[in-house]
Structure formats: structure tokens, C-alpha cells
């Protein structure tokens, strides 16, 4: 039985992961293999901590949730992404790149079910 | 900002990295008996390192690319996971996961060609 917990910590840890990625997006200009590229980076700094929030949740729900349905709804970041790209990055979406994701998460569903 | 195929290029090996790094992680946390036991720390330590190289390939990609457009990439992990699921677990392919994997491959596709409207 999958638990309803299990399955908000899922999309929990999408969302989260989605706003982590944001983040080193935002981070990668300013970002280097140096002390000031890294460590004085806030962007990669709260990056990476929400991206291990993510993870933390992310091992969390693992144990409780089937891979058949844990796929899937982990692909649901993609739409996150393209949403908060949108909102805060000033990239656009088109009906190419959302049948792009939506054939993701088809196929994300079809291997985990498969 | 344009997406280069540089950037392609880097998401697509450090996607490849992090399914070494899963599968080394698999590993490195079942239980192993005493004996083995520096193995499996041996497998988390590099399954680490190995996360750790990608995320810097990944935020150099990011440099060179719109967040919309290379994050899909990561999703060829699922190809990669199950590819390498084949050999290392011989797990069997099936029709639905060889439809699912073509799926992914025509989801990044699609998604590469969209990137590229509006540059007129």
C-alpha cells in the first residue's frame, strides 16, 4: 500500500529539486573551481542546500514508494522547471518543448511500469 | 540566451556519471559482511565523487545553456539506469521499456529542436 505521505514527499522533493536547480542556474554564472566561484557564491550556496533537502526527502520516501510510481512523478520536475524557468530565467516555452516533456514523462512511466 | 551544443554535451556525460555514481551507491549501501565492509565504503566514496564531478559539469553546462532546455537532458539518466541495469543486475528488457526509452530519447529531441525557434 502506497502511503498518501509517501506520495506528497515525493512531489514535495520534485518541487524542491526543481527550486535547487533554479537556484544553480542563477549560480552558474558567477560559479568556478575557486574559492569566490564557489564559497562566496550565495546562489550555489542555498542551491545546494535546498538540493539536499531534496535528496534527504527524496531517500526518505524511497524505501515507501514503487519505483513504478516514484518515476513518474519524479519526472513531474521537468514541468516545475520549464514553469519556473519561464517566471524567474525570462526563457520561453513553446508547444515543441512542452510535447518534449510531456513524451519524458510517458516515457519515464512506461520504463518504471514496464 | 542560446544553448550551445557544448552544453548538450556535458549534461548528457555528467547524466551518464550520476547512473555509474546510483548504481555504486546501490552497491556501496547493502549490507556487505565485515570483510567486505571497505568495499562498500569504497563504492559510496567514489559513487560521491562521482556526483560531485557531474554537478560541477552541470553547472558549467548551465553556463552555456537555458535551464528549460538542458535540465531534460538529465532525464536520459533513465536510459542510462536501465541500460546499466541490464548487465550489472540483468534485469530483461521489455517492449514497454524500450518503448519508454525511445519516448525519453524523442522527449530531449523535441525539446532540443524548440529550443532553437524564435532565433530568427
Same mark, same amino acid.
Not at chain 1, 513531474?76 to 510531456?102: A, C, D, F, P, R
Not at chain 2, 552544453?7 to 549501501?29: D, E, M, Y
Not at chain 2, 563504492?43 to 560521491?48: A, K
Given at each position: 500500500?502506497?502511503?498518501?505521505?509517501?506520495?506528497?514527499?515525493?512531489?514535495?522533493?520534485?518541487?524542491?529539486?526543481?527550486?535547487?536547480?533554479?537556484?544553480?542556474?542563477?549560480?552558474?554564472?558567477?560559479?568556478? @573551481?575557486?574559492?569566490?566561484?564557489?564559497?562566496?557564491?550565495?546562489?550555489?550556496?542555498?542551491?545546494?542546500?535546498?538540493?539536499?533537502?531534496?535528496?534527504?526527502?527524496?531517500?526518505?520516501? @524511497?524505501?515507501?514508494?514503487?519505483?513504478?510510481?516514484?518515476?513518474?512523478?519524479?519526472?513531474?520536475?521537468?514541468?516545475?522547471?520549464?514553469?519556473?524557468?519561464?517566471?524567474?530565467?525570462?526563457?520561453?516555452?513553446?508547444?515543441?518543448?512542452?510535447?518534449?516533456?510531456?513524451?519524458?514523462?510517458?516515457?519515464?512511466? @512506461?520504463?518504471?511500469?514496464? | 540566451?542560446?544553448?550551445?551544443?557544448?552544453?548538450?554535451?556535458?549534461?548528457?556525460?555528467?547524466?551518464?556519471?550520476?547512473?555509474?555514481?546510483?548504481?555504486?551507491?546501490?552497491?556501496?549501501?547493502?549490507?556487505?559482511?565485515?570483510?567486505?565492509?571497505?568495499?562498500?565504503?569504497?563504492?559510496?566514496?567514489?559513487?560521491?565523487?562521482?556526483?560531485?564531478?557531474?554537478?560541477?559539469?552541470?553547472?558549467?553546462?548551465?553556463?552555456?545553456?537555458?535551464?528549460?532546455?538542458?535540465?531534460?537532458?538529465?532525464?536520459?539518466?533513465?536510459?542510462?539506469?536501465?541500460?546499466?541495469?541490464?548487465?550489472?543486475?540483468?534485469?530483461?528488457?521489455?517492449?514497454?521499456?524500450?518503448?519508454?526509452?525511445?519516448?525519453?530519447?524523442?522527449?530531449?529531441? @523535441?525539446?532540443?529542436?524548440?529550443?532553437?525557434?524564435?532565433?530568427?
Amino acid at each position: 500500500m502506497i502511503s498518501f505521505i509517501a506520495i506528497i514527499g515525493v512531489i514535495a522533493c520534485t518541487i524542491t529539486g526543481a527550486i535547487g536547480s533554479l537556484f544553480f542556474k542563477l549560480s552558474s554564472e558567477k560559479f568556478s @573551481l575557486s574559492y569566490s566561484g564557489i564559497l562566496k557564491n550565495r546562489f550555489f550556496f542555498y542551491g545546494s542546500l535546498i538540493y539536499l533537502v531534496s535528496t534527504i526527502i527524496y531517500l526518505s520516501v @524511497l524505501s515507501a514508494v514503487e519505483l513504478s510510481i516514484l518515476y513518474p512523478l519524479v519526472s513531474l520536475q521537468y514541468i516545475w522547471i520549464s514553469i519556473l524557468s519561464v517566471k524567474y530565467l525570462k526563457e520561453k516555452m513553446n508547444l515543441m518543448k512542452w510535447s518534449g516533456i510531456t513524451l519524458i514523462i510517458l516515457g519515464a512511466t @512506461l520504463i518504471s511500469v514496464g | 540566451m542560446k544553448t550551445k551544443p557544448i552544453a548538450f554535451i556535458l549534461v548528457i556525460n555528467a547524466t551518464l556519471l550520476t547512473s555509474f555514481s546510483q548504481i555504486l551507491l546501490k552497491l556501496g549501501v547493502q549490507k556487505f559482511t565485515f570483510s567486505l565492509s571497505m568495499l562498500s565504503n569504497l563504492f559510496l566514496i567514489t559513487g560521491i565523487a562521482l556526483y560531485g564531478v557531474a554537478a560541477v559539469m552541470i553547472i558549467y553546462a548551465l553556463k552555456n545553456g537555458e535551464l528549460s532546455v538542458l535540465y531534460p537532458v538529465v532525464s536520459t539518466s533513465y536510459i542510462w539506469v536501465s541500460i546499466l541495469a541490464l548487465f550489472i543486475f540483468k534485469e530483461t528488457i521489455t517492449i514497454w521499456k524500450a518503448l519508454g526509452v525511445l519516448s525519453i530519447i524523442g522527449g530531449v529531441s @523535441l525539446i532540443g529542436l524548440g529550443s532553437r525557434e524564435g532565433k530568427k
